[in-house]
């Protein structure tokens, strides 16, 4: 485990996936999300770790019925803030999103392909990373799912426009980590475009 912290702008800064630039555009969604530019993000698990445990959760998967345990990455907390937001990854059958949606109440979104899922206090997305070698059937029978927990701002209203930032902070931070897991499809290049799914959609 690698743990680096950086406060908002200043402090020491957090390399990685962890720690986009302020004027970037994961950044400044980051910023939107905790609604401040005060904050402390932590390093739970450095880039060259994450691949590494990652790649090698899926070549144990094999293309199993339950997702792999999740692999924590980042973490950020708003400075005074009792609550934060975490970042975690993890392998998940290829009909996840279509099962998520006929069985839970969850509002879901298309991402330019890619399902993204809004819970009471998290969000998701499920996105195609096409790998070789020997991760290239498994890979096949998986997705690559990303969650977000989210404990700060409770008791404020989740409208659609709040919905709509947490999913591309989720879009543009598992872009970030389908780039270092080499996902040779880039399912995730195009800037985020949150359209909401009906049940009438594809999945």
């Known amino acids: 485990m690698a743990t680096a912290c950086s406060s908002g702008d200043s402090g020491t800064q957090v390399e990685?996936?962890?720690g986009p630039s302020a004027d970037s555009s994961a950044g400044k969604?980051?910023?939107?999300?905790?609604?401040?530019?005060?904050?402390?993000?932590?390093?739970?698990?450095?880039?060259?770790?994450?691949v590494r445990?990652?790649?090698?959760?899926?070549?144990?998967?094999?293309?199993?019925?339950?997702?792999?345990?999740?692999?924590f990455v980042c973490k950020y907390v708003p400075e005074g803030s009792q609550g934060h937001v975490l970042l975690d990854f993890a392998w998940s059958p290829a009909?996840?999103?279509?099962?998520?949606?006929?069985?839970?109440?969850?509002?879901?979104?298309?991402l330019n392909g890619a399902t993204g899922e809004i819970g009471n206090l998290s969000s998701g997305l499920y996105v195609s990373c096409v790998l070789g070698g020997e991760l290239s059937d498994p890979a096949r029978k998986a997705v690559l799912r990303a969650d977000l927990a989210l404990t700060v701002n409770r008791g404020q209203t989740v409208d659609k426009a709040r919905e709509a930032e947490q999913l591309s902070f989720l879009?543009?931070?598992?872009?970030?980590?389908?780039?270092?897991?080499?996902?040779?499809?880039?399912p995730l290049a195009k800037d985020p475009a949150v359209k909401p799914l009906t049940e009438s959609s594809p999945s």
């Open 16 to 18: 990685g996936m962890c």
């Open 29 to 50: 969604s980051l910023r939107e999300v905790l609604r401040t530019d005060d904050f402390t993000a932590e390093v739970l698990r450095s880039d060259d770790n994450f």
């Open 53 to 71: 445990e990652f790649k090698k959760d899926l070549r144990e998967w094999q293309g199993g019925r339950d997702s792999t345990s999740p692999s």
């Open 95 to 110: 009909d996840q999103p279509s099962r998520q949606r006929a069985q839970s109440g969850n509002t879901f979104y298309d």
């Open 171 to 186: 879009y543009y931070m598992t872009r970030a980590a389908t780039e270092v897991l080499g996902c040779e499809n880039k």
